[in-house]
């Protein structure tokens, strides 16, 4: 048989193992296209730091380029404040625009000298870098550009001739208001924007903006995709890594084990040898312990079977030749005399073949009938008065005693299949029977052990060949008191009963008495009383 070579992705738990593996590690990378709550926040703090900007600002526009007229006037100068607003902004990197109390524009970072000015300076975007996260950064800004956005934000558009009246935040400043808007650039991108009052003796002279675009949002906000996306291809290599490990040590011996099977299924012979992964310590090792255990129990099985069919095979031969034998002498004797005393023997021969064939059969279905039967609670000491009883009442014409000893008040329960055991209490009284002499005892008792249930069937009869003690309980083997006729028994009864007492747990033996006799022992497990 051609053996496949184990290959990792082959396997379907393999598959599974590291898909389920994969689970954590995707939603993770998952989630750097779900960053809102964090976005949000930090156009917070971007907000926040422009707000003190802001204030800053218009503080000094209010202290320094604002003058007091006569009537107690205020007006603002345009050119000193265009300056002011010009130094103060140009190190925070903002833009700011400043509003006299009308809503005309007088004063903005971008002019070098006013508003009234031709110089006009336009910031222009970062040069590119050239390494690998430039070159990251640049491809996840065109992702982005289609993906869609949380909310949808108000375009930013620069007015030709810029007034108050164009920027919301910008006309609650004049009312006296702090005011914030975000909007969007046309291509991607945010501008942040806060307008503040300018004020002079509480009375406000002005409006002041600040705007700043969101490259530091964007620019926090890739830093963490970044690192999340690091630690995810750290993850998934260790991932990946520990799901074929876990496959290597779960489906690679699974599989063994799985040629192993099929091998023993399809071959011949006991050549196939279950792998042994008992050292492992874990369930797959139990699971080769059980599976090797399992076979050599079916080899066992097997065998008992092969041996069972060679006994059952030579004990129905003895009587079926001697059948032949009588019935081919019948058939050339003319003396009924004799005719009669075949026909006896053929009668005999038949009466074996059938109590023989009845507790073959017996014998062969009661593996199959106590692996399936269910395991009740059984009182020993009643069934052995039970028993005591009925042996009494039906050897009355027998010289026989029969003597029971069993605790009183104790059940001894044992957990096993009542009419099985009466089986095997039966076939030690019978056998009993056989041996005991005229006159004679049969002793039964029965008594709690630590954690079983002893039960003894004494005879008073000549006991048992010490070389014979444990061959008693062989199948077919049959040692017979002299004056017993013939094929009476078939030999099976005391393995019939070690049979049903191994399914037990229980163990059972024979010995002689001292004071003479045979005495057969069986303990079982004791059980918990219903």
Request: cysteine-free.
């Amino acid at each position: 048989m051609h053996r496949k070579r184990w290959r990792p992705l082959s396997s379907p738990l393999t598959r599974r193992i590291l898909a389920v593996n994969l689970i954590a590690p995707i939603i993770l990378v998952a989630g750097l296209f779900y960053m809102d709550r964090y976005k949000q926040g930090l156009i917070r703090n971007e907000l926040a730091g422009l707000a003190t900007q802001a204030e800053m600002v218009a503080g000094a526009v209010g202290e320094g380029a604002v003058s007091e007229q006569a009537m107690g006037f205020l007006e603002l100068n345009a050119e000193l404040a265009q300056q002011m607003v010009r130094r103060l902004a140009e190190p925070a990197q903002v833009r700011a625009k400043l509003y006299d109390a009308v809503g005309d524009l007088a004063a903005d970072s971008r002019y070098l000298l006013s508003i009234k000015g031709n110089i006009q300076i336009e910031e222009l975007p970062p040069p590119q870098g050239h390494g690998w996260q430039a070159r990251l950064a640049a491809w996840w800004e065109r992702v982005t550009t289609w993906m869609p956005e949380d909310e949808t934000l108000p375009p930013y558009v620069e007015q030709p001739k810029d007034r108050a009246d164009h920027w919301p935040e910008a006309m609650a400043a004049l009312a006296g208001h702090n005011h914030s808007m975000v909007r969007g650039r046309d291509g991607g991108g945010l501008v942040l924007s806060v307008a503040v009052p300018v004020q002079r003796y509480k009375q406000v002279v002005g409006a002041l903006v600040v705007q700043a675009d969101g490259r530091n949002v964007a620019k926090s906000l890739f830093q963490v995709r970044l690192n999340i996306l690091q630690i995810f291809m750290v993850s998934l290599a260790i991932t990946v890594g520990l799901s074929f490990y876990l496959a290597g040590t779960i489906a690679r011996p699974i599989r063994r084990l799985a040629v192993a099977a099929e091998q023993v299924r399809h071959g011949h012979g006991r050549r196939h040898k279950i792998p042994d992964f008992s050292s492992r310590g874990d369930e797959i090792g139990e699971l080769s312990v059980a599976f090797k255990e399992m076979t050599e129990a079916l080899w066992n099985r097997m065998d008992a079977i092969e041996r069972f069919a060679a006994d059952v095979s030579h004990e129905i031969k003895n009587p079926l030749t001697s059948v032949r034998s009588a019935v081919e002498t019948a058939a050339r004797l003319t003396d009924p005399e004799k005719q009669r005393k075949l026909l006896a023997i053929i009668q005999d021969d038949v009466e074996r073949l059938n109590r023989l064939i009845t507790d073959i059969s017996d014998a062969s279905r009661i593996d199959a009938e106590l692996s399936r039967a269910e395991t009740e609670p059984v009182g020993i000491a009643t069934m052995i008065e039970a028993m005591g009883d009925i042996y009494r009442t039906t050897t009355e014409d027998q010289p026989i005693h029969f003597a029971v000893s069993v605790p009183h008040g104790d059940p001894l329960v044992v957990a096993g299949i009542e009419g099985r055991l009466v089986q095997v209490l039966r076939n030690l009284i019978g056998n009993a029977l056989s041996f005991s002499p005229a006159g004679g005892t049969i002793h039964l008792a029965a008594e709690r052990e630590g954690k079983f249930v002893r039960l003894e069937v004494e005879d008073d009869g000549p006991g048992i060949p010490d070389n014979k003690l444990a061959a008693i309980f062989d199948r077919f083997y049959s040692e017979r008191p002299e004056a017993e006729k013939f094929g009476t028994h078939s030999g099976l009864g005391l393995s019939i009963s070690k049979q049903i007492i191994d399914a037990h747990g229980g163990l059972i033996w024979a010995e002689n008495r001292p004071e003479g006799g045979a005495r057969f022992v069986v303990k079982l497990p004791a059980g918990r009383q219903s």
